[in-house]
C-alpha cells in the first residue's frame, strides 16, 4: 500500500509517499510559507495562493525522492478538514485531479486522525494509547482505540495552545512563527521568575488558555521587559506553566484511563522542555510516553498518506472524490 500524501491545510505545502504496509516513510518533503512574517501570523488568503504556487512541483519532488512514479501509487490522499478554507480548497482540488488523471483511488484526509496515528507511523506504539494533540489550533485530549476509532476526553474551551506561544512570542517582539523563538528564548531565562496563573487547574480534562494569555500580556504591559534578561524570564515563566499545567492534566487522564501507553502530537510536541516533562510524568505513572520525530510533529503529508492507507489496509472507508471540505470537523465523526 503506497500512497501519496498532500497536506495544505495551514501554512505548509507538503507532500510525502509513504510504504504504509511496512511504515516507511519514502519521501516527505515540507514547506514552510515564510510570506506570513511579516504579519504575525498566517493571512488565509496569502495561505491558498502560496500553496497553489508551490503545491505541484512539490509533489513532483516528493515523486522524485521516494523513487516512485505516479503509476505506482496505490492511493492518492489529502487533507479535507479541518482548516483554511482555500487551503484545504488547493491540496483537495489537485489531489482530487491527479487522482482522475492517473485513474487512482482518492481519500479524503482528516488532518488531526494524521496527527494521530503519526507516533503509530514512527513509533510502532502499540494501540490503544491516548493523545494529547497539542497545535496552533488544537488541544484535546483522545483516545485512539484503533485505526478509524476515536474518543475525545477533554479539550480546550477557548485558546490552542500554539496560538499563545505565537501571542506571547508578538508581545515579545519576538519573530514569527513564534513557538520555537520562545523555546529558545526561556533556556536562559528563569521558569520561576515570574507567577503566572494556571487555569482551570482542575480534575477535568479541558483547557483554557486565555486567561494565562491575557496574564502574560498584562505583565510585560505593567512591567516593560528593560533587557533581554527580562524577555528571556517572561519566556522560561509562560514555558513552566504551560508545563506544569499539561503534565497536571496528563496525570488526571492517566489516573482516569489506566491506560499505560501515552502520546503527545502536534506542533507544540517539538517542544523539549514540554516532552521532558511529560515523560517524567509518565515514568512516575508507569507509563510508555512517545512522541513522532520533530519533523513530523508539525503539519508534514506523511501523517496524511498513512493515516489514509491504514484505513484502507484495516477495511476503514475513506472519504472519497465526492467528499467536500470541512474547515470545522470534529475527530470523533471520523469513527
Same mark, same amino acid.
Given at each position: 500500500m503506497i500512497v501519496?500524501?498532500?497536506?495544505?491545510?495551514? &501554512?505548509e505545502t507538503a507532500a510525502a509517499v509513504v510504504n504504509c504496509s511496512t511504515r516507511q516513510?519514502? /519521501?516527505?518533503?515540507?514547506?514552510t510559507q515564510a510570506e506570513h512574517i511579516d504579519y504575525g501570523? @498566517?493571512?488565509?488568503?496569502i495561505a491558498s495562493r502560496a500553496h497553489y504556487e508551490a503545491l505541484a512541483p512539490i509533489a513532483q519532488q516528493a515523486l522524485s525522492e521516494s523513487g516512485k512514479s505516479l503509476q505506482e501509487i496505490d492511493l492518492?490522499?489529502?487533507?479535507?478538514? %479541518? +482548516?483554511?478554507? +482555500?487551503?484545504?480548497?488547493?491540496? =483537495?482540488? *489537485?489531489?482530487?485531479?491527479? #487522482?482522475?488523471?492517473? $485513474?487512482?483511488p482518492f481519500a479524503a484526509v482528516h488532518h488531526l486522525e494524521g496527527h494521530a496515528l503519526s507516533p503509530h507511523l514512527t513509533e510502532g506504539i502499540d494501540l490503544p494509547y491516548l493523545l494529547l494533540l497539542v497545535s496552533g489550533g488544537h488541544c484535546q485530549f483522545v483516545m485512539v482505540h484503533g485505526i478509524g476509532h476515536y474518543e475525545e476526553l477533554g479539550a480546550t474551551r477557548d485558546d490552542a495552545i500554539g496560538e499563545c506561544f505565537d501571542k506571547v512570542a508578538k508581545l515579545l517582539?519576538?519573530? *514569527?512563527? +513564534?513557538?520555537? $523563538?520562545?523555546?529558545?528564548?526561556?533556556?536562559? +531565562?528563569?521558569?520561576?521568575?515570574? #507567577?503566572? %496563573?494556571?487555569?482551570?487547574?482542575?480534575? /477535568?480534562?479541558?483547557? =483554557?488558555?486565555?486567561?494565562?494569555?491575557? #496574564? @502574560?500580556?498584562?505583565?510585560?504591559?505593567?512591567?516593560?521587559? !528593560?533587557?533581554?534578561? &527580562?524577555i528571556a524570564n517572561v519566556c522560561a515563566s509562560f514555558q513552566h506553566t504551560v508545563a506544569t499545567l499539561l503534565s497536571r492534566k496528563v496525570a488526571n487522564a492517566l489516573a482516569q484511563t489506566g491506560v499505560k501507553n501515552f502520546v503527545i502530537a502536534g506542533g507544540v510536541a517539538a517542544n523539549q522542555a514540554i516532552r521532558h516533562a511529560l515523560q517524567q510524568t509518565c515514568n512516575q505513572h508507569g507509563v510508555t510516553f512517545a512522541a513522532p520525530a520533530l519533523k513530523l510533529?508539525?503539519?508534514?503529508?506523511?501523517?496524511? #498518506? *498513512?493515516?489514509?492507507?491504514?484505513?484502507?489496509?484495516?477495511? !476503514?472507508?475513506?472519504?472519497?472524490?465526492?467528499?467536500?471540505?470541512?474547515?470545522?470537523?470534529?475527530?470523533?465523526?471520523?469513527?
Open positions: 501519496l500524501g498532500i497536506e495544505t491545510s495551514c &501554512d516513510i519514502l /519521501s516527505n518533503v515540507i514547506l501570523g @498566517v493571512v488565509p488568503e492518492i490522499a489529502a487533507t479535507t478538514g %479541518p +482548516g483554511l478554507v +482555500g487551503a484545504l480548497l488547493v491540496g =483537495s482540488s *489537485y489531489g482530487k485531479s491527479l #487522482a482522475l488523471g492517473a $485513474h487512482k517582539d519576538l519573530p *514569527y512563527p +513564534g513557538g520555537p $523563538h520562545v523555546e529558545k528564548t526561556a533556556q536562559t +531565562g528563569d521558569p520561576n521568575a515570574i #507567577a503566572f %496563573p494556571r487555569p482551570l487547574d482542575d480534575k /477535568s480534562l479541558d483547557f =483554557s488558555f486565555a486567561g494565562l494569555k491575557t #496574564a @502574560v500580556r498584562n505583565h510585560v504591559v505593567k512591567n516593560p521587559p !528593560q533587557n533581554e534578561q &527580562d510533529c508539525t503539519d508534514n503529508a506523511a501523517m496524511i #498518506a *498513512y493515516a489514509a492507507g491504514m484505513r484502507a489496509l484495516n477495511d !476503514q472507508p475513506n472519504g472519497d472524490i465526492t467528499t467536500a471540505i470541512r474547515p470545522r470537523w470534529p475527530l470523533q465523526e471520523q469513527r
